[in-house]
């Protein structure tokens, strides 16, 4: 969300650029009736407030990533403790598969 408020604040704001400098250039011709000044002039505070706007939600995006951000099973997504990947019941299940792969011989007596 953050990147899509900054990337159309910023275009918005090339845009708006953009115009000032056509309008400036064709000045004295009735082309600049289409750029006017105050026309410009709000779309560069809507671009300067949508920008804005993209900062503090990444912002807000990235404190809350720290807040909530819990790790989970990578299968069932149930929270397990620090730096495991799996809960309890899948990490068995992987590691009996892994087991059976790689020890496919009989044991013998």
Known sequence: MSSTLLRLGLW??????????L?????E???AEYFS??????????????????????LVERGAR???HKNRCAIC?????EGAIYCREHLRRVLQR???????????H
Not at 23 to 27: K, P, Q, R, S
């Open 12 to 21: 918005i704001e090339l845009a708006v650029v953009a115009l000032y400098v």
């Open 23 to 27: 309008h400036e250039t064709y000045a």
């Open 29 to 31: 011709t009735h082309l």
């Open 37 to 58: 000044t105050s026309t410009l002039q709000k779309g560069l505070v809507i671009g300067a407030l949508l920008v804005i706007a993209g900062v503090v939600m990444r």
């Open 66 to 68: 720290k807040v909530v």
């Open 77 to 81: 997504k149930v929270p397990v403790p």
């Open 98 to 108: 892994e087991d059976e792969r790689t020890h496919m011989t009989r044991t013998r």
